[in-house]
T-cell receptor
Framework: GAGVSQTPSNKVTEKGKYVELRCDPI?????LYWYRQSLGQGPEFLIY????????DSGLPNDRFFAVRPEGSVSTLKIQRTERGDSAVYLC?????????????FGEGSRLTVL | GENVEQHPSTLSVQEGDSAVIKCTYS??????FPWYKQELGKGPQLIID?????GEKKDQRIAVTLNKTAKHFSLHITETQPEDSAVYFC???????????FGKGTTLSVSS
């Protein structure tokens, strides 16, 4: 398909475990974003990549969260020592336009449940 | 930083009626205001956007109006249909201009 692909769609883990969430953006989109969405809330910005570099990581809640995009395409969000409060849907979006002034194309999200 | 407030949080209308959702923002330098629609189990999808050099934009049954002086913008849906039922989010760029900040969403229910 031509859309943003996220895997896994669902992940259940135990408190304290390590988790990786993958995002495959639309081909040619240099901008990539990670957002977190809790139940009944809007998407909350985590990190923005322009190419391979993290241009803005001010939304990452603490140092347990880290994201990479080594070749400027696929990105992985990594969460260490998961906590119950990390439970949410993690959304990835890509865009042709750099920064926050163009259309974002979202994936369907990865639902993370921390028991 | 940018703060985006959206209301109402829920809105129920009869099929054929109009629906209006309002958002306010805090950063007077913001210049781009999109609206996204999210259906259950899906990611948000852009439905319409407006830039600060115009006051209104229409696309068939959907319109967005912008009042820069008051720092608010609104989504108008006319002749609502059951398939319009979804959660709608407004957004505005953050102060750094690097990402969008989203409102908390409005759940629209259209009954036939």
């Amino acid at each position: 398909g031509a859309g943003v692909s996220q895997t896994p769609s669902n992940k259940v883990t135990e408190k304290g475990k390590y988790v990786e969430l993958r995002c495959d953006p639309i081909s040619g989109h240099t901008a990539l974003y990670w957002y977190r969405q809790s139940l009944g809330q809007g998407p909350e910005f985590l990190i923005y990549f322009q190419g391979t570099g993290a241009a803005d990581d001010s939304g990452l809640p603490n140092d347990r969260f880290f994201a990479v995009r080594p070749e400027g395409s696929v990105s992985t969000l990594k969460i260490q020592r998961t906590e119950r409060g990390d439970s949410a849907v993690y959304l990835c979006a890509s865009s042709l336009t750099a920064g926050g002034t163009g259309e974002l194309f979202f994936g369907e999200g990865s639902r993370l449940t921390v028991l | 930083g940018e703060n985006v407030e959206q209301h109402p949080s829920t809105l129920s209308v009869q099929e054929g009626d109009s629906a209006v959702i309002k958002c306010t923002y805090s950063d007077s330098a913001s210049n781009y205001f999109p609206w996204y629609k999210q259906e259950l189990g899906k990611g948000p999808q852009l439905i319409i956007d407006i830039r600060s050099n115009v006051g209104e934009k229409k696309d068939q049954r959907i319109a967005v109006t912008l009042n820069k002086t008051a720092k608010h913008f609104s989504l108008h849906i006319t002749e609502t249909q059951p398939e319009d039922s979804a959660v709608y989010f407004c957004a505005a760029p953050n102060q750094a201009g690097t990402a969008l900040i989203f409102g908390k969403g409005t759940t629209l229910s259209v009954s036939s």
